[in-house]
């Protein structure tokens, strides 16, 4: 046989006999939302505006009915964005001071909306990992006083390089990060504790993406409105690795002795005597009105019962550092959306569902999960009655595959409806080779799920596809091309793509939604899963 049609005849296989998904649809949907005239779909632009147009104007052509609140298309996000200017920082010892170069040395940006940040002479404390946790017996602050200070993180869990005979060893799972290992996570804590700065030290396997991920926003960043006053810590940033290593070292301190010495249950925080940091940093700020959008379709029998998909819109809009340049996240996240809209088409084909679908589409993904966890404070439909969400979030674009990876494994039972829905296609699920990236706390499926709703996340970046055509070598070079254009402007669209396995991974989505809309199951966070005892509270169970 030649080669083409084996490979064909083996795609074939794996291939449900019903194919809801469209590969050309799918295409055509990214074709347009990637398009330069999209302008890179950043909240509160002009790309927004259109992509919003675009969208309500596919979901009532689909014949879905508004989702929204009062039975509108849209959920109001108000955001505030701020962009940091002209920016000097530097570390002072009495004798010297030494410059630190913004996106070379350090990154930085603010999430207050203020005029300027002006840090003088801050002292700064090494904080470990910079986590308490005491259900795992774990405390790197040990009550020192970071008020007025700078506090200066490791990336990831204390147990992310730990070996046997650490105290950190399998208390924080491993390679799989922990949302402890978050810098989400770590900017909060810093800001509890009244630090003024939070700086965390890169590394690309520590945190998943390389420096140039690190940098991409170049300054700017989104908020939503109305946090607390001390909800933010005034400058939050990276320190490149190499910078951090000088650092200590002109402190008199070894940094990969402290790394180990992190991964101890004994670890204090240690000041770096006699150097201290201090920045003027010049921000322009302003409120931005953005929008998810919501659509659904009505459950016949149980329509207070809601199951739940979603993708954000966003992308990362125009480049600031770079004239012109536009990062149209083609496949982060318009090929989720329009997986989304195949869902929808695929339900509206079918009889209505006995319990409500609902889709959203989020904003502001890029910036923090922002628009999610909007819906989430005020959700449309009680989260209490929201069965689950399933989120789509990068596709493979290589061809069909022989497996699906699965994000977060043994959380909760939505895996074995995702493993029999494969078995149905001829496939297995793979769990993510790449844990500790942290995935499973990096999507909007987690502003639902830190609420109690069980989630399943479709992320192709936790690891190489199985190929049919080249196996997990082909699938590894694709996974390490599209991680170079992660967050890049060359995340686009192409014509080269390959949408068969997307599209297969779409009716997997498809098939795990359509069995709880159609039944009156309720999946269930494993036992050990930290949203256990948050779910049993939400939906009143003793």
């Known amino acids: 046989m030649h080669a083409s049609l084996f490979f064909l005849a083996m795609a074939s296989t794996i291939t449900p006999a019903t194919q809801h998904a469209s590969p050309q649809r799918m295409s055509d949907a990214v074709r347009v939302l990637a ?19 675009w969208l309500v104007e596919q979901l009532k052509s689909l014949g879905l009915e508004p989702g929204g609140p009062g039975g509108s298309w849209t959920q109001p996000v108000p955001l505030v964005r701020t962009q940091i200017g002209s920016a000097t920082m530097q570390i002072e010892k009495p004798s010297t001071t030494t410059a630190l170069v913004q996106e070379r040395d350090i990154y930085v940006s603010t999430l207050k909306p203020v005029d300027s940040v002006a840090i003088t002479k801050a002292p700064m404390v090494f904080v470990g990992y910079g986590v308490t946790a005491p259900e795992r017996g774990w405390d790197d602050f040990k009550n020192v006083d970071l008020h007025g200070k700078v506090a200066i993180f490791l990336v990831n869990d204390p147990d992310f390089e730990a070996t046997a005979g650490d105290d950190a060893f399998g208390k924080f799972g491993g390679r799989r990060m922990t949302f402890y290992g978050r810098w989400t996570y770590k900017y909060e804590e810093a800001a509890r504790r009244g ?36 909800a933010r810590v005034p400058l939050q940033g990276w320190l490149s690795n190499e910078a951090a290593n000088r650092l200590f070292a002109s402190a008199g301190l070894d940094l990969d002795k402290l790394r180990v010495e992190a991964r101890s249950t004994k670890f204090k925080p240690v000041a770096l005597n006699n150097l201290t940091f201090s920045a003027s940093l010049a921000v322009s700020h302003s409120s931005v009105a953005s929008q998810n959008v919501l659509a659904k379709i009505t459950g016949a029998k149980r329509p207070d019962e809601v199951v739940m998909y979603g993708a954000h819109w966003d992308a990362y809009g125009r480049e600031t550092a770079v004239p012109y340049a536009i990062r149209p996240g083609a496949n982060d996240d318009g090929l989720g959306v329009a997986g989304l809209l195949e869902i929808a088409r695929a339900f509206k084909a079918a009889p209505r569902p006995e319990r409500t679908v609902v889709f959203g589409f989020w904003s502001a993904e890029e910036r923090g999960l922002l628009g999610s966890e909007t819906y989430a404070t005020n959700p449309v439909f009680p989260v209490a009655k929201t069965v689950a969400n399933i989120t789509l979030d990068i596709l493979q674009t290589a061809g069909p595959a022989r497996d699906v990876m699965l994000v977060g494994q043994g959380q909760n039972d939505l895996e074995q409806s995702l493993a029999a829905a494969a078995s149905r296609q001829g496939r297995t699920v793979t769990p993510e080779a790449l844990p500790e990236r942290g995935l499973f706390y990096r999507a909007d499926h987690f502003s639902l799920a830190k609420r109690g709703v069980p989630t399943l996340l479709f992320m192709a970046i936790s690891g190489a596809p199985d190929l049919i055509d080249g196996g997990r070598a082909k699938g590894n070079t694709w996974l390490q091309a599209y991680m170079a254009c992660y967050h890049q402007a060359c995340d686009s669209w192409s014509s080269d793509w390959d949408l068969r396995g997307a599209a297969a991974d779409v009716d997997l989505a498809l098939d795990v939604g359509r069995g709880l809309a159609t039944s009156s199951r309720w999946p269930k966070w494993s036992a050990d899963s930290e949203f256990t005892a948050i779910r049993a509270r939400s939906r009143g169970i003793q």
């Not at 398009?35 to 147009?53: H, L, N, V, W």
């Not at 700065?197 to 590394?203: C, R, V």
């Not at 945190?207 to 690190?214: K, L, R």
């Open 195 to 230: 630090a003024i700065g939070a700086l965390i030290i890169h590394n690309t396997a520590g945190a998943g993406y390389g420096w140039e991920t690190v940098t991409a926003p170049h300054g700017e960043n989104y908020d939503i409105v109305q946090r607390g006053e001390n």
């Open 35 to 53: 398009s330069d005239a999209f302008e890179g779909r950043a909240p509160g632009t002009k790309g927004e505006q259109m992509t919003i147009a």
